[in-house]
C-alpha cells in the first residue's frame, strides 16, 4: 500500500466515524441511531484494517474482525431489541435537538483538534494526525450522555464514547491487545443485557424508562 493510499483510507475511515458520531447527535429515533451504530461500527472496523495492512499486523487483523463483529452486529442488535418494546415513536427526547445538536457537534470537534494538538506534534503522522477525530467522538458522546433522557438512549452515548476511545487507542498506536478489546466489549454486553432486563422491568411498572419521571416517583 502506498503512502498515498493509506492517507486517503485513514481519512475516509476517521471521516465515517465522525460523521456517523454528529448523526447519532443529531437523530433522536432510537431505531435510526442503531443504524447508525452499525455504520459507525463498520467505519470502526475499517481503520483497524487500514493500519492493520499498512502495519502487517495480524494482531491489528484480529481487533479489526472483533470490532467488526461486536461494534457492526452484536451491540447494535442488542441494543434494537432493548428498544423494539418502545412505541414506533419513541424518541430519544434530547436536552438540545435539531440544527442546535449539529452546531454543538461542530464545537465539539473544533475543541478536540485543539485538546489533542499535544499528541499530534508528539509524533507527526497520518495517523497521528487523524487522533483529534476519535476524541471528537468521545466528546460527542458525552454530550450525547449529558442531553438525552432515558436509559436507553444515554447508553447509545455510552457506546458512542467507547468507540471513540478505542478509535483514539488504535490511532495512538496504543496497540490494545486482543484479549483486552474483547474485555471491554463483554463489559458492555454485560452492562446493555442489565439495561435491557431492567428497562423492561421498569417498563412493565410505570411504563416508561425516563430518569425525571423516576426521580418524581421517589419524591
Known amino acids: 500500500m502506498t503512502d ?75 441494543l434494537s431489541r432493548a428498544a423494539a418494546g418502545q412505541p414506533k415513536a419513541a424518541a430519544a427526547k434530547p436536552l438540545v435537538a435539531g440544527s442546535l445538536s449539529l ?46 433522557r432515558g436509559a436507553l438512549p444515554q447508553l447509545a452515548g455510552l457506546l458512542l464514547m467507547d468507540n471513540g476511545i478505542t478509535a483514539v487507542a488504535l490511532l495512538t498506536g496504543a496497540g490494545l491487545a486482543l484479549l483486552v478489546q474483547v474485555s471491554v466489549a463483554l463489559d458492555l454486553l454485560l452492562v446493555l443485557v442489565i439495561l435491557q432486563l431492567s428497562a423492561t422491568r421498569t417498563r412493565e411498572t410505570v411504563g416508561d424508562t425516563d430518569f425525571d419521571e423516576l426521580r418524581e416517583l421517589r419524591d
Open 4 to 78: 498515498s493510499l493509506y492517507t486517503q483510507l485513514l481519512d475516509l475511515a476517521c471521516g465515517g466515524l465522525l460523521l456517523t458520531a454528529a448523526l447519532a447527535l443529531w437523530r433522536v429515533r432510537l431505531a435510526v441511531v442503531v443504524r447508525v451504530f452499525v455504520l459507525q461500527g463498520v467505519a470502526l472496523a475499517g481503520l483497524g484494517a487500514v493500519l492493520a495492512i499498512h502495519d502487517v499486523s495480524v494482531q491489528l487483523w484480529a481487533v479489526a474482525a472483533g470490532l467488526l463483529v461486536l461494534r457492526a452486529g452484536v451491540l447494535p442488535w442488542l
Open 103 to 148: 452546531l454543538a457537534a461542530a464545537a465539539l470537534t473544533l475543541l478536540a483538534f485543539v485538546v489533542a494538538r499535544p499528541l499530534v506534534e508528539v509524533a507527526p503522522s497520518a495517523a497521528s494526525a487523524a487522533i483529534p477525530v476519535g476524541v471528537a467522538a468521545v466528546l460527542i458522546g458525552f454530550f450525547v450522555l449529558a442531553t438525552r
